[in-house]
């Protein structure tokens, strides 16, 4: 059982996240026991024979940087946790779909970081929307993911506009205006 | 200038602490090469040649006699004694260790600077005019707008880990001295019909491998909407752009690939969501930024008639004045460039003395300000024409009067080979051969402006593309060789170079240039300078002179047959 960070805190973790291997068929490869976030290819192929699982909170979805959010905007509602894959780091595709799942097509559920989580990049992750972050099984000791904990936190009154918080620091405070003495 | 309030110094000094932390775990073995490469480089560090090499942002050129000094502090004590400006109006420090790099954050932190965003495939420094509020033909004061854009896109969270980098420029007047046309977004304010402020945008501009010029996607956005759009062209670009191929990555080859209308579209689609939302500006937020700046109150002064005969009678002072000092949009001042082309000394490198100088200087006479040129100079934007002789006597002494802007020695070169481990080929050695030979003052002047640019590989951070003459340092069997390009140009009529042919060798550099002005000279009309002569005849005549004469120098230096 692996642990992921989850609004804020450490928990361990029971969900198994599939990932088609070269030559896996979405239609027909089997599903893992217990509760399993399928790729969407899964989702699209067998919606029908999935839907009650998704309804019932055992089965979720993730989406990696080339899929558009917008396949699944009509399952949101009933969907209870979709993953957004990161396949390497520096990849900032996930950044943008997260955002757009929270705001253009209104998920409410579990957001979930998966594949190459670090904790240098919880901090973004949470600004877009995600309220879970799965760093890949043995990245971090806890002793290592109780101290990354910090990291959601590293900056305290951002500038912008996300979707953590939506109103940028400008909305947020009364920003003292022109400095008084001259200089 | 801008002057941080509680919330812009509690965000950069946060950012130390959590630099502390990285370079910690990266030193203790946590952090991988891979992991800590985009956190140190959006700290502005790149590990280089010899030493890292810091990039520290003077956003968008403008910066306080207190940041000189500290800049002279971290040159004495953490690196060689010395700095370099950038063509993106940014410092370099070339020898600071690893280790040291959060202190010297730190440090910067205290005067209200920082290394965020300035490399790495983020939103990177935002560049503008660096005479932006004092230019005679400036029509909006870009910097508010500039200030606001820095604060939008410090740790945006979604634009962080981008397909490549990302750069914006900010242009307010008549003439482009922000080279919009070479950025991923160019921004370039006016108003409309009713007198309302907007920007027209460009996207897609950029030089490096495949140069290319930004294309207008929005012909005006209204000011308050600027960040909601700037946000779509953001997401389309992070959404699609490609990152299978560094060299392909840049926006630029998105809409490329899109065709301009294509991607304006799906831009447009985006911004249809974004509109009126939360990041929509406020006139009050416009005005606490404008009013942070916190400009000295000038009041117009009459011509002052000693400077005007002063420049009648001291030949040397009106050499410095007819290039150094520009008109102000204020009677009685002038703006000043503090040139660092003096011959000998790599384009935009500076001490730490002159540092400390120019920051006295700032004090005295330029109200303790300064700005930085993205042609690697400095200026003082507000001088006033009675101080403009004093001013010069000391900017003598210190070696920044050389009477050479925009002349042919005010060249602009990228560090290359000797410090940069992507070159092809070193640029500063080429630039000060030129220099050299090109020392008379009276020549350089008869020649007038002329734009020269060197870059040591096609990463083009010399802008070489734009240069008037481009240089470009090319690799031909382990050797470094230099191409030449002839036709380019920034600002409002932005070209860029055409190559003239086969390239040279480093030691015929400064011949090339020579047979490149001799055939200006012979073909330019009255009063016209090199840009305009090449864009009325073509570049045949040039090329066929510098090639002529090339072959007439290799036979003198063949043999006698006997
Ligand atoms: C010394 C370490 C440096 C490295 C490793 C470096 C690397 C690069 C690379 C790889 C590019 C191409 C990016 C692309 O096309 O996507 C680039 C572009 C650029 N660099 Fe540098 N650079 C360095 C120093 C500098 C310096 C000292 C300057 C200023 C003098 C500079 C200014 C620029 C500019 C203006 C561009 C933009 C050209 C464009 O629009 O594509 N760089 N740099
Ligand atoms: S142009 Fe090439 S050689 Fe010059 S600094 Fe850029 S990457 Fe280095």
Redesign the interface.
């Known amino acids: 059982m692996s642990e992921i960070i989850k609004n804020g805190q450490i928990q361990a973790d029971e969900w198994t996240v599939l990932r088609l291997a070269e030559g896996d068929d979405a239609a027909t490869i089997e599903l893992p026991h217990g509760r399993v976030i399928v790729p969407l290819a899964v989702w699209l192929a067998r919606r029908e024979s999935l839907l009650a699982q998704a309804e019932a909170g055992v089965l979720g979805v993730w989406l990696t940087g080339s899929d558009d959010p917008a396949a699944i905007a009509d399952d949101l509602p009933t969907l209870q946790l979709v993953a957004v894959n990161f396949p390497k780091f520096v990849d900032g595709r996930g950044y943008s779909i997260a955002a757009l799942l929270r705001t253009r097509y209104g998920y409410g559920g579990e957001l979930r970081a998966i594949g190459e989580v670090l904790r240098d990049q919880f901090f973004y992750m949470k600004r877009c929307g995600f309220d879970s972050m799965q760093p890949p099984a043995g990245r971090y000791t806890h002793a290592q993911l109780e101290a990354a904990l910090a990291s959601l936190g590293t900056f305290t009154e951002p500038y912008q506009s996300a979707v953590d918080v939506a109103e940028p620091l400008f909305r947020r405070h009364l920003r003292p205006a022109p400095a008084k003495e001259q200089a | 200038m801008y002057?941080y309030?509680?919330?812009d110094q509690?965000?950069v000094d946060?950012?130390v602490a959590?630099y502390a932390d990285?370079t910690a775990r990266y030193l203790a073995g946590?952090?991988s090469e891979d992991?800590f490469r985009?956190?140190r480089l959006q700290n502005g560090l790149y590990i280089q040649r010899h030493a890292p090499m810091l990039r520290i942002a003077v956003p968008y050129g403008n910066l306080?006699a207190e940041q000189l000094r500290m800049f002279a502090h971290i040159a004495r004590t953490y690196d060689r004694g010395y700095g370099h400006f950038t063509t993106r109006q940014n410092l370099q420090f070339n020898w600071p260790k690893l280790e040291d790099v959060p202190e010297i954050l730190r440090l910067l932190a205290s005067v209200q600077m920082h290394g965020i965003q300035t490399s790495g495939?983020c939103i990177r420094n935002v560049t503008s005019d660096p005479f932006a509020g004092v230019a005679a033909d400036e029509a909006i004061d870009p910097r508010p707008w500039c200030e606001i854009v820095r604060?939008?896109?410090?740790?945006?969270?979604?634009?962080?880990?981008?397909p490549r980098k990302f750069k914006i420029a900010v242009n307010g007047a008549q003439e482009d001295r922000a080279a919009i046309q070479i950025h991923d977004i160019g921004l370039d304010l006016r108003r409309d019909a009713e007198g309302k402020i907007g920007f027209r945008v460009l996207v897609g501009g950029g030089l490096g491998r495949t140069p290319i010029l930004g294309e207008e996607v929005a012909s005006f956005v209204p000011w308050q909407q600027i960040?909601n759009y700037c946000e779509a062209v953001l997401?389309v670009y992070?959404?699609h752009g490609r990152?299978d191929n560094a060299y392909k990555a840049r926006i630029k080859i998105l809409v490329k690939a899109l065709g301009v209308e294509e991607f304006a579209r799906q831009v447009d689609a985006e911004f249809v969501?974004l509109k009126d939302?939360?990041?929509t500006l406020?006139q009050?937020?416009i005005?606490?930024v404008a009013?942070?700046f916190?400009d000295?109150v000038l009041t117009p002064l009459p011509a002052d008639e000693a400077y005007r005969a002063r420049l009648a009678d001291d030949r040397a002072f009106a050499n410095w004045a007819r290039r150094n000092v520009r008109a102000h949009r204020l009677s009685g001042y002038a703006s000043v460039v503090l040139s660092l082309k003096k011959s000998g000394i790599a384009p935009g490198d500076i001490t730490a003395e002159q540092f400390d100088a120019v920051a006295d200087l700032s004090e005295r006479y330029a109200?303790?300000?300064a700005r930085v040129l993205h042609e690697q100079n400095l200026a003082f934007a507000s001088v006033r024409e009675a101080d403009l002789h004093d001013l010069w006597q000391q900017l003598h002494e210190l070696g920044l009067a050389t009477p050479n802007i925009g002349l042919l020695s005010d060249i602009i070169s990228c560090p290359g080979g000797d410090f940069c481990s992507l070159a092809n080929a070193k640029s500063i050695p080429i630039a000060l051969a030129i220099q050299d030979r090109f020392d008379d003052l009276d020549h350089l002047h008869d020649i007038g402006d002329l734009e020269l640019n060197i870059s040591g590989c096609m990463n083009a951070c010399g802008h070489h593309h734009v240069g008037h003459i481009g240089v470009l340092g090319v690799d031909k069997n382990g050797e470094e060789w230099y191409q030449v390009t002839i036709g380019g140009a920034q600002g409002n009529q932005a070209s860029l170079g055409k190559v003239i042919g086969p390239s040279f060798a480093a030691a015929e550099m400064p011949d090339v240039v020579e047979s490149l002005i001799r055939s200006y000279i012979d073909n330019r009309n009255e009063g016209e300078a090199f840009i305009d002569t090449v864009r009325r005849v073509g570049i045949e005549p040039f090329k066929t002179r510098v090639y002529a004469e090339r072959s007439a120098r290799q036979e003198e230096r063949k043999p006698a047959h006997v």
Not at chain 2, 151 to 162: D, I, K
């Open positions: 002057q309030d509680e919330y509690r965000i946060e950012r959590q990285q946590e952090l992991e985009p956190l306080r495939n604060q939008w896109s410090t740790f945006h969270p979604e634009f962080a880990y981008l960040l997401r992070n959404l990152r969501h939302g939360p990041s406020t009050a937020e005005d606490r009013g942070r916190n000295p109200q303790g300000e």
